[in-house]
């Protein structure tokens, strides 16, 4: 599975973005490392999800490591990987339930968002093989179904979603994105996607 030229900007972008600005241009051994991912198959959704995943931990670090490479997420993306293999291995037996325990009130409380979770859940677990001929079918389900969930978790915010916007909108034109670009687009659906379900301690990962 080769990478395309967006994906590849989108993985520079978003380590600018998570970074600040600092090394947003990707060092040769970098370019090894996502040759090594392009070459195991792994797509570069879990990449970009793994990047947040070690940022996220480092952010929680009283004295974060200084020097930060492309090879310090190996871990994060093998984890990623895994994560996606034992969902997809978990297919009609997955609780479609499992994980909403935790959401917050009142998006926890609304039997649309419920459902709406359980049915992306299924859609999830029900993922046939990339070869298969409905592959791509079932996966635009899928999105849909996520994307139906996350407008409701949007709405459930209300007036707080304003200032939510403004500042991501900030943190992608510090990363130098261009606005209304594919990469923009991209990475404005990936982060805002983080904020809402961050907001209500919803489970998106993976």
């Known amino acids: ?4 030229r967006e994906e590849k900007d989108w993985l520079e972008q978003e380590w600018a973005f ?18 090594a991912w392009e070459a195991a198959g792994v797509p570069m959704d879990l990449v ?4 947040n995943a070690f940022f996220d931990r480092r952010e929680g670090k009283a004295k974060p490591r ?7 997420l190996d871990r994060d993306v093998a984890k990623a990987v895994k ?10 037996a997955l609780d479609a339930g499992l994980g909403w325990e935790r959401v917050k009130p009142p998006l926890a409380q609304d039997p649309r968002a419920r459902a709406a979770f359980e049915a992306w859940q ?4 029900a993922a046939p093989s990339p070869e298969a001929a409905g592959y ?12 139906a969930l996350l407008a409701l978790a949007e709405e459930a915010l209300g007036p707080v979603a304003e200032p939510l916007r403004a500042g991501l909108r900030e943190r992608l034109l510090a990363a130098d994105m261009k606005e209304g ?14 904020i809402v379900a961050q907001a209500w301690d919803l489970p998106l990962d993976a």
């Open 48 to 51: 970009v999800s793994a990047l």
């Open 83 to 92: 994560l996606r293999e034992a969902v997809l291995r978990a297919g009609p």
């Open 136 to 147: 791509l079918a079932h996966h635009d389900q899928a999105r849909e179904a996520r994307a």
């Open 122 to 125: 299924r859609l999830r677990a």
């Open 1 to 4: 599975m080769a990478y395309t």
């Open 18 to 35: 998570r970074a600040w600005g600092r090394a947003g241009l990707l060092s040769t051994d970098d370019y090894r490392q996502v040759l």
């Open 181 to 194: 670009g594919l990469v923009w687009t991209r990475a404005w659906a990936h982060h805002w996607a983080r």
């Open 66 to 72: 200084t020097f930060v490479a492309l090879k310090h």
